[in-house]
């Protein structure tokens, strides 16, 4: 990594903001923060509490230890939940006590209530600003020298106050076919809308991005070419396909030409967890990596990339360490930061102070070691998952592997699932006449994330005609919902209507929250309602 003094600083990207970012000015009382903490400054302007009144001396919570989980593990812990109700109670969990007193002798090093209770700026505590910004040197190791970090509450408000900073009304913006539907609705008010890129085994094709930011018509679409580009490239959500390197600097290459903005999106970055390897052809953990070396074969960030400071990162600590924090932070060069923070101080402000507090002094508890091996037990618990809905989708129903050639599944790893013969049941003419091998769904592995992105063959219903896909799809989630399985209905996900073919009919499976019991069930009771649909007509 190159030390600050011999990268270049970011060039002038100012053009890209918005009318609206250019308009604002710093709030006045917000203004008058540049003079706190003056040694002896008597602060009467600002109407702030005394912390006296704050009803609370001190907030405890009992922190589990960076170690709690495994990284060899090949179970999840909800996996054993079964083992500790049989000898009573919960798991015992190794904790340390973290205290953050309402007063402390050193306000400026310590984190405190009077501090982080009372009205704030924009930028957060601190303690958690030296906290991000030593963990973003070390982990994301940005390749231009100013660049900076401002806290927000979570990359759901961090990408629309993006877009109210770089986006007009009447613009577009550039996303994958298949997005977080929260990042469209967040767009359509403001009169943005996105223009979809067709994917493969890496997310955004960059042959596509090129051929759509050269072929752009501005009086066919209504409006001028995009600047800014939405992208998640980290277990893609919906997809949990993931970017690497190479197609990375594709894509950056194409954006600097373009002079595109690339708002990366990663809540899933640390929870990459390799290709999916088949029960029966699993070996026993070997050793693991310590957590300097997996952390630094993660696959590189834009950021890494970014020597003009193009790149607006989004992190979390939603999926890390609680989504009711709502605390996140952008890496960005500094004149989108002041615009950001312009943005912040006059809507949600800081993030909550409870949250800031908490976090802050579990990470500087914790340290940079620790939370890095935190990060990485969770990678290793979420793999455990991602293998335990996949076998039973394979004990479910008979999966065939090929190889994607064509598509949006180009170059993936393809499972195909067609029935299975039923123990214990006699074959129905049905099944010996070949209906068993007419496939159901597809899906292919995710390499991070959360969730399994299944493609439904509803060709094989009986009775199918062409342009009944939409229909089928809910009709199929709605007998699953109403039999006690909520998946997530393909259509949500959908970016541009337009550049997708209406015979791509998906669900979205999250194997984040539920334990292995109720994923077990819940692929049981999938099964029973996806045979029952494919068997009768519609």
């Not at 050793?287 to 989004?314: C, E, H, N």
Request: hydrophobic residues 35%.
């Amino acid at each position: 990594m190159q030390s600050s003094e011999k990268r270049q600083k970011a060039v002038d990207l100012s053009h890209h903001l918005s009318d609206v970012a250019r308009a604002r000015a710093t709030s006045p009382l917000k203004g008058l923060a540049r003079y706190f903490g003056r040694p002896g400054l008597i602060t009467l302007a600002g109407g702030t509490p005394s912390p006296d009144y704050f009803p609370f001396a001190a907030i405890s919570g009992d922190a589990l230890v960076p170690e709690s989980f495994s990284v060899t593990n090949s179970q999840s812990e909800s996996s054993l939940s079964w083992l500790w109700k049989i000898f009573g109670g919960a798991r015992k969990e190794k904790t340390n006590t973290i205290t953050i007193p309402k007063f402390t002798d050193h306000p400026q090093e310590e984190v405190n209530l009077a501090t982080a209770l009372q009205y704030g700026t924009a930028t957060g505590l601190p303690q958690l600003q030296k906290f991000i910004n030593n963990f973003v040197e070390k982990v994301y190791q940005p390749a231009y020298a100013d660049w900076t970090t401002l806290v927000q509450t979570g990359n759901t408000d961090g990408w629309s106050r993006v877009v109210n900073t770089l986006c007009n009304p009447g613009e577009a913006f550039i996303t994958e076919d298949w997005t977080y539907p929260s990042a469209l609705a967040s767009s359509q008010p403001y009169g943005v809308h996105p223009v979809g890129v067709p994917m493969d085994n890496e997310g955004m094709r960059s042959d596509e991005l090129r051929k759509l930011l050269s072929e752009w018509d501005e009086t066919a679409r209504g409006c001028k070419r995009p600047h800014v580009m939405y992208t998640i490239p980290v277990g893609q959500n919906p997809t949990g396909v993931t970017m690497g390197v190479d197609r990375k600097k594709e894509i950056y290459d194409i954006c600097v030409e373009y002079d595109i903005i690339i708002v990366e999106d990663d809540p899933y970055y640390f929870l990459q967890m390799g290709p999916y390897v088949e029960k029966s052809e699993r070996a026993t953990p070997a050793s693991a990596l310590d957590s300097d070396k997996w952390i630094a074969g993660l696959q590189p960030t834009y950021v890494k990339l970014d020597y003009q400071g193009r790149v607006i990162r989004l992190d979390t600590f939603s999926k890390t360490i609680a989504p009711g924090s709502r605390l996140g932070f952008f890496t960005c060069n500094p004149r989108f930061a002041e615009r950001l923070e312009r943005a912040g101080e006059t809507s949600t402000q800081a993030p909550c102070g409870f949250g800031q507090s908490l976090i802050t002094q579990l990470l500087t508890s914790w340290k940079f070691e620790g939370y890095t091996r935190w990060l990485h037990g969770l990678a290793a618990q979420y793999k455990a998952r991602r293998d335990y809905l996949l076998d039973a989708l394979s004990d479910e129903f008979h999966l065939k592997v090929s190889f994607g050639a064509s598509g949006s599944w180009k170059g993936c790893t393809i499972y195909t699932a067609t029935a299975k013969p039923r123990r214990g049941a006699l074959m129905t003419e049905k099944f010996a006449l070949g209906a068993g091998d007419k496939p159901y769904f597809s899906v292919v592995p995710p390499s991070a994330g959360m969730f399994v992105w299944l493609k439904m063959h509803y060709e094989n219903v009986p009775g199918f005609r062409q342009g009944d896909e939409d229909t089928l799809e809910m009709k199929l989630w709605t007998k699953l919902a109403e039999a006690g399985v909520l998946i997530g209905p393909g259509r949500y996900f959908n970016s541009d209507e337009e550049s997708v073919s209406p015979a791509e009919c998906h669900f979205r499976i999250s194997f984040s929250f539920a334990t292995d019991e109720e994923l077990k069930k819940a692929v049981e009771i999938f099964g029973k309602v996806v045979r029952e649909f494919f068997e009768e007509a519609q």
